[in-house]
């Protein structure tokens, strides 16, 4: 069979996914093509994080049915299905797969006697070599390619799932129960990888890397050193590193940091108010915060971004001056702002006092031009940053 994989993730984690489904088809005899057109089946891991990245997914889906040709077959396996199964409409004539319960047509369907199960390809170690040495002068030299900040990294995939049970968040829905790849197939990747590769500058992803361990004996300081002790001019960059884990490991994140061997840190914060954080289940409060910010500064490390919702429940013009007083203060490199995106599934969507849309706009408006205005790069819902990103992530010829 002739199949067309397309990833419409916009984190880096999926990649994981999208490479599993490669090696599982191509193992069993089928083969890859780049586009839709003469394919016998369209493989589409959908996103639906936030109501933007949902809608350009549905839209998609939308254009992959209504090209389809003959009886060729749609897919759409990822997030959304688990996420906002309800907004797929009667127009889609595909098949939907959700991805945490792990639904077994897609090896129904492709499968062949003797070939490779998913799960077979699914415990393999994943690492991606870098796609650029810098992202900001790669994206002008290619203005149409889909690059983002984290493609300057090379990426281990350590963990995938996540045990917090925040609130707010959708993604729960999709994900898989919690697991650590184990250590020493991490190790030996990369340095398998460095072997053949000049590239030093590694991304340990996952979609709660800071819990790396909690299931194994281990944590993700230990699993860093291991990594840094393969070359004396490595370096990591720490993503989705959850505040409350950073605290719960703080001298060892700190002696990490001092180090000098973290080149990025992405620390999601999603508010500094104390109300909300607690709403949002984070175990983490704002003093919390400054303890960290407080030992970013006395190290001088500056190089950090963090994430911010908007309007969630509950959420005042004091909860949001609060959050926006302290971005201000702590200047991170970069905030990726997203409006409350309320589904069906999460706890949050029980919670009263939800925030009208013309004011969680308002906010999400007034929060993006004053970061600007504070030379803070600010991604968010209310800007074109998702929107541009999401037309490139589309238009990308490039299968997993
Ligand atoms: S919903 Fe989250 S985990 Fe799923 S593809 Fe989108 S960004 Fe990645």
């Not at 149409?144 to 996540?162: N, T």
């Not at 609130?167 to 898989?176: G, N």
């Not at 919670?351 to 308002?362: F, G, M, Q, S, T």
């Not at 993006?368 to 990103?389: D, F, H, P, T």
Request: aromatic share 8%; proline share 4%.
């Amino acid at each position: 069979m002739k199949v067309f994989i397309k990833g419409l993730n916009t984190c880096n984690q999926r990649d994981h996914e999208l490479e599993v489904y490669r090696r599982f088809l191509i193992g069993n005899g089928h083969d890859i093509v780049s586009e839709q057109k003469g394919s016998d089946a369209v493989l589409v891991w959908t996103c639906a994080f936030r109501g933007d990245v949902r809608d350009n997914s549905l839209d998609q889906l939308k254009s992959f049915c209504q090209d389809a040709e003959g009886d060729s077959r749609i897919i759409a396996t990822g997030c959304l299905p688990d996420i906002a199964p309800e907004s797929v409409g009667d127009w889609f004539k595909g098949e939907l797969l959700p991805w945490k319960k792990a639904d077994p047509r897609l090896e129904e369907f492709f499968r062949r006697p003797g070939g490779p199960s998913l799960a077979s390809e699914d415990s393999k170690i994943f690492i991606e070599p870098a796609l650029c040495e810098d992202a900001t002068a790669y994206r002008k030299a290619n203005p149409e390619a889909d690059v983002i900040f984290y493609d300057q990294f090379v990426k281990l995939l350590v963990a995938e799932g996540c045990p917090f049970t925040c609130t707010y968040c959708s993604e729960r829905l999709a994900f898989p129960d919690f697991r650590s790849f184990p250590e020493d197939k991490l190790v030996a990747a990369c340095k398998g990888f460095l072997e053949t590769s000049t590239q030093r500058t590694v991304a340990l992803i996952g979609d709660c890397p800071g819990e790396y361990g909690r299931d194994t004996g281990t944590d993700i300081t230990q699993l860093a050193w291991k990594i840094l002790g393969l070359h004396p001019d490595l370096k990591i960059v720490l993503t989705q590193f959850h505040p409350a884990d950073f605290l719960k490991h703080f001298d060892k994140v700190v002696g990490l940091l001092e180090s000098g061997r973290i080149s990025h840190l992405n620390l999601p914060m999603q508010s500094a108010s104390d109300r909300i954080l607690k709403l949002m289940a984070r175990e983490y409060n704002s003093a919390g915060l400054v303890k960290i910010m407080e030992a970013l500064r006395s190290i001088g490390f500056t190089a950090f971004d963090t994430h911010i919702i908007l309007g969630f429940p509950g959420e005042t013009e004091d909860d949001f001056e609060a959050t926006m007083d302290f971005l201000l203060t702590q200047k991170p490199r970069y905030v990726l702002m997203s409006r409350f995106m309320e589904t069906s599934g999460m706890a949050a969507s029980r919670l009263p006092d939800k925030v009208a849309e013309d004011i969680a706009n308002r906010r999400l408006n007034d929060g993006e031009r004053r970061l600007k205005a504070a030379g803070i790069i600010c991604n968010s819902e209310a800007g074109n940053m998702m929107e541009e990103r999401l037309k490139r992530l589309n238009n990308a010829q490039a299968t997993a």
